[in-house]
């Protein structure tokens, strides 16, 4: 499974997807439309609250399955 991080987010987080063996991309420099044409080659993306998810982000999801918002 392939998890793009699109945002900065507590180090701990990317290293259990690791260890759990997951495939783990973090690319904090995308825009909007670059984060669109991105999640498409992922199972997951997780974002926190900069980068909006809405329908330009999810016209082309590919294999994008999961969408997760970190944080508390």
């Not at 690791?18 to 439309?33: H, M, N, R, W």
Request: charged letters at 25%; glycine letters at 6%; proline letters at 6%.
């Amino acid at each position: 499974m392939k998890i793009l991080i699109s945002e900065k987010i507590d180090p701990l987080c990317p290293q259990i997807f690791k260890e759990a063996g997951f495939t783990v991309d973090i690319k904090t420099d995308l825009g909007p439309s670059d984060l669109a044409t991105a999640v498409g080659d992922y199972d997951v993306l997780v974002v926190r609250s900069a980068n909006k998810v809405n329908t330009e982000t999810l016209a082309q999801p590919g294999r994008l399955k999961v969408v997760r918002r970190a944080g508390s």
